[in-house]
């Protein structure tokens, strides 16, 4: 025997005082967990005896075609009547391309939950749909192309920075190379080569660390730091050196013989 159960309005009366339209949409919802209504308001559990007392399984109801509108494609999509939007976007984007989070479909002048229940809403054979990209979802693809944008100007200005590290590197290495061999260097070119280091310091300091090159920031900021402090210790191991003199010995040479010319007349 079913078991029954019966719903009650909120006014404390049977349930005979429902609209058609919350009938309808409360008979879809329970008919999918199990439970049917009778015409009397009654909510009973569905069940159908079959050979030796069971349930047989109940085949899925026939499938219904949607039409669903898209800036100005129409797309009409067969779908299952008891499945959610949320399953209907996932069919609309093997057409439409547009990812089902960041859809929004709209049906008798309301955005839909991804939760709802096509028969519950109302959906029939033929019904009409809107199919919109979620504002929520422009929102983000405008905020992650912002933050691209900068990313990529962040990593085109420490690419040039990195480039010109790396001529004063060569310059820094050929005057450890001569210092390292005895031999002293002018001081202003060290100075001007902490001077120029330290400016691509600053340059890289005002570049806004954002993803990626955040990171390769600092390997560069590391390399400039590297280069300052190794040209510090040059600096005083060149002012031990001595200035290397070079001098010149010229050859003297005694003064030419003159030859004595007689005169005739």
């Not at 009938?23 to 015409?39: D, F, L, Q, S, T």
């Not at 100007?153 to 190379?177: F, H, M, P």
């Not at 040059?234 to 200035?243: E, G, I, P, W």
Request: with cysteine.
């Amino acid at each position: 025997m079913a078991s029954v159960m019966h719903r009650s309005s909120s006014d404390g009366g049977s349930s005979s005082g429902w609209s058609d339209a919350a009938a309808a949409v409360a008979a879809a919802a329970e008919e999918r967990a199990g439970w049917e209504v009778r015409p009397s308001g009654m909510v009973v559990q569905a069940r159908e005896d079959g050979p030796g007392g069971g349930a047989p399984p109940r085949p899925p109801p026939p499938e219904i075609r949607v039409r669903v509108k898209y800036g100005g494609a129409r797309h009409e999509v067969s779908v299952s009547p008891i499945a959610t939007f949320g399953q209907l976007k996932k069919l609309l984007a093997a057409r439409t391309g547009l990812q089902p989070a960041d859809q929004q479909l709209t049906y008798k002048g309301r955005a839909r939950g991804n939760t709802e229940y096509l028969d519950a809403c109302g959906v029939k054979n033929k019904s009409k749909m809107v199919l919109a990209e979620d504002p929520a979802s422009l929102e983000r693809r405008y905020i992650e192309r912002q933050k691209n944008a900068k990313i990529e100007s962040a990593n085109r200005a420490i690419g040039a920075i990195a480039l010109e590290v790396d001529k004063l590197a060569d310059q820094v290495t050929s005057i450890e190379k001569s210092i390292s061999r005895g031999n002293k260097v002018a001081e202003v070119q060290i100075t001007t080569l902490i001077e120029l280091l330290m400016r691509h310091a600053v340059k890289l300091e005002s570049i806004p660390a954002v993803g990626d090159s955040s990171s390769q920031r600092n390997i560069q900021a590391k390399r400039v730091q590297k280069c300052v402090e190794t040209l510090d210790v040059l600096k005083v191991s060149n002012a031990r050196l001595q200035a290397v003199v070079v001098t010149t010995k010229w050859e003297t040479f005694d003064a030419p013989a003159t030859t004595q010319w007689e005169l005739f007349d």
